[in-house]
Antibody
Framework: EVQLVESGGGLVQPGGSLRLSCAAS????????MSWVRQAPGKGLEWVAN????????YYVDSVKGRFTISRDNAKNSLYLQMNSLRAEDTAVYYCVRVDLDYWGQGTLVTVSS | DVVMTQSPLSLPVTLGQPASISCRSS???????????LNWIQQRPGQSPRRLVY???KRDSGVPDRISGSGSGTDFTLKISRVEAEDVGVYYC?????????FGQGTKLEIK
């Protein structure tokens, strides 16, 4: 059974940093592009970042470029999102997702507020 | 960026009646590999999103056959032939052909 379990969310002040993690199981993690998708409270879905199987290609939505970094550790079957210079508009539930959108985690809430 | 425009944004439907959601993309979604990466996502209240349909019309495992996707080029449709209570939620179209991948605004289906 495919499982994606996010962790690392919480309350952070504007300008602060947070690192999200996603533990993957039930499939060959190193064979899949992975993504982060977010959803602000009461709003729609927004794709945040993608990373290739070996980590050699990464793509970011413009609003997070230069602030967020997606990475992975295939030996640990884990996906990460390092978030720096956080803003109030980054407040959202962050989902770890296979790039085909066929499997989603339960999400982890990030709240940016003073 | 490819803009995905859904209509309607609110869809009240009587149980047992059909429902249809339209999605229009600002650019054609045919990838250089020949596939069209247009998906439909369902998000039930309080749950994580779930993919229903991929590559325009391919249903995911466990999705009832009363749910179907169709379309081509820039116009796509999700149809539910007979709405059931479990269909309540928000439906999104999303393109995975061109980066950044983009979602429609979402269509909220409710029971009338």
């Amino acid at each position: 059974e495919v499982q994606l379990v996010e962790s690392g969310g919480g309350l952070v002040q504007p300008g602060g940093s947070l690192r999200l993690s996603c533990a993957a199981s039930g499939f060959s993690f190193s064979d899949r592009w992975m993504s982060w998708v977010r959803q602000a409270p009461g709003k729609g879905l927004e794709w945040v970042a993608n990373i290739k199987e070996d980590g050699s290609e990464k793509y970011y939505v413009d609003s997070v470029k230069g602030r967020f970094t997606i990475s992975r550790d295939n030996a640990k079957n884990s996906l990460y999102l390092q978030m720096n210079s956080l803003r109030a508009e980054d407040t959202a539930v962050y989902y770890c997702v296979r790039v085909d959108l066929d499997y989603w985690g339960q999400g982890t809430l990030v709240t940016v507020s003073s | 960026d490819v803009v995905m425009t859904q209509s309607p944004l609110s869809l009240p439907v009587t149980l047992g009646q059909p429902a249809s959601i339209s999605c229009r993309s600002s650019q054609r979604l045919v990838h250089r590999d020949g596939n069209t990466y247009l998906n439909w996502i369902q998000q039930r209240p309080g749950q994580s999103p779930r993919r229903l349909v991929y590559e325009i019309s391919k249903r995911d495992s466990g999705v009832p056959d009363r749910i179907s996707g169709s379309g081509s080029g820039t116009d796509f449709t999700l149809k539910i032939s007979r709405v059931e209570a479990e269909d309540v939620g928000v439906y999104y179209c999303v393109q995975g052909t061109q980066w950044p991948h983009t979602f429609g605004q979402g269509t909220k289906l409710e029971i009338k």
